[in-house]
């Protein structure tokens, strides 16, 4: 069974998706076994029923995305 870690919410930035031109809300988040940084869209994490997300960086690691 993964590890079950709690990711560090770091700030939620505005970027311009290249393709809609619209503004998208973009949580930047950091994984404390890592130390890596990932970004992850804000509607993407509204959307989950479980804020729990493999780490981008170790597979064997499972990230909670507490409330941000």
Same mark, same amino acid.
């Given at each position: !069974?993964?590890?079950?870690?709690? +990711?560090?919410?770091?700030?939620?930035?505005?970027?311009?998706d290249?393709?809609?031109?619209?503004?998208? +809300?973009?949580?930047?988040?950091?994984?404390?076994?890592?130390?890596?940084?990932?970004?992850?869209?804000?509607?993407?994490?509204?959307? !989950?029923?479980?804020?729990?997300?493999?780490?981008?960086?170790?597979?064997?690691?499972?990230?909670?995305?507490?409330?941000?």
């Open positions: !069974m993964p590890e079950l870690i709690v +990711a560090i919410f770091i700030q939620e930035i505005k970027v311009i290249p393709e809609t031109h619209g503004e998208v +809300a973009v949580q930047i988040w950091k994984d404390p076994v890592s130390g890596g940084i990932f970004g992850l869209d804000a509607s993407f994490i509204e959307q !989950m029923t479980e804020q729990v997300i493999p780490s981008p960086f170790d597979r064997k690691i499972k990230l909670r995305l507490p409330n941000a």
